[in-house]
């Protein structure tokens, strides 16, 4: 027991010194959901840090190949208290570990440069990275019916990486990863290619990405349909991650250009401002 109890305060170190936005909603858990999914969040980042880190392509396919193996041999006689964590918790939850699988699959598209031709080829992408977490969190937090659940936790994913792609759209370009759909780079008449700085008319830009924003839109409109399928601190956890990344998209939005100048993002106090609505039941 003290060896599970130590790798879940490992798993809520990383989360508490790593996790920007979602810190503030896994506060708001009880104590064995906390640490059930700190737990997760410490595994994704994991993948996410690799994919997104300084080493060659090759080496980076190999060590996200290590994760899917070390993810489906997890077990708490592991040496490595993440992985002791992530077993722990799914003994005890309904937590589909088998979802690492597709986050790892759109870490791997990431090495390899994918770009994305239309929105349903992104739409794919999104899912795997994102759609992916929200399902492993529903595992956490639980509800009556998983099926409906499942699908409206995959779309709240779905907006929430479609706002980071438009939060990191400059530093993206600068490490050679467009993500924005080519048909809509097209009808917007926006050229925007790896590594080139340059966008050639501001306007333009302007209605390419306020398009983007609507979309999101429709898909938050769906994934909040899961917030009254949650009991009330799950609830409460996710309309604080989702509020923080709702507002972001709304200053987006406001101010397209922004994000040509500087990763756009909340202060501390708004962000904890959005958990403590949410912990009250006035979020969203």
């Keep these: 027991m003290a060896r599970i109890r130590a790798a879940y305060l490992e798993c809520e ?6 996790a920007r ?3 503030y909603g896994i506060r708001l858990l009880p104590g064995p959901k906390r640490r059930a999914l700190s ?8 993948c996410d840090d690799i994919g997104d880190g300084p080493l060659p392509g090759e ?4 060590r996200l190949k290590q994760a899917r193996e070390a993810i ?5 006689d592991s040496a490595d208290p993440v992985l002791v964590a992530l077993a722990d918790a799914a003994e005890r939850l309904p937590i589909p570990l088998a979802a690492f699988d597709e986050l790892i699959d759109g870490c791997e598209a990431d090495v390899r440069g994918a770009r ?3 929105f349903d080829e992104l739409l794919h992408y999104c899912r795997c990275v994102a759609g992916s977490i929200g399902r492993l969190s529903l595992g956490v937090f639980g509800t009556l019916d998983p099926d409906t659940a499942a699908r409206r936790a995959d779309a709240l994913g779905v907006a929430l990486q479609l706002t980071n792609i438009l939060r990191d759209v400059r530093e993206d370009q ?24 340059l966008v050639e008319d501001p306007d333009r830009w302007d209605r390419l990405i306020r ?27 996710c309309a604080s991650m989702a509020g923080i990344y709702h507002q972001l998209l709304g200053r987006i939005a406001a101010d397209p250009r922004a994000a040509l100048r500087e990763r756009i993002s909340l202060s501390g106090w708004r962000k904890a401002g959005v958990a403590a609505r949410s912990l009250v039941g006035m979020a969203l």
């Design 13 to 18: 170190r990383i989360t508490r010194e790593q």
């Design 21 to 23: 936005n979602f810190s």
């Design 39 to 46: 737990a997760v969040y410490s595994f994704a980042r994991r």
């Design 59 to 62: 080496e980076k396919l190999r």
């Design 72 to 76: 489906h041999a997890a077990s708490t």
């Design 116 to 118: 994305y031709r239309t």
């Design 174 to 197: 600068a490490h050679g990863r467009v993500y924005l759909p080519g048909e809509d780079l097209e009808r917007f008449e926006v050229r925007l290619e790896p590594g080139n700085g």
């Design 211 to 237: 398009f983007q924003a609507e979309r999101a839109e429709r898909w938050y409109a769906e994934g909040l349909r899961l917030l009254p399928m949650l009991d009330r601190r799950s609830r409460a956890c």
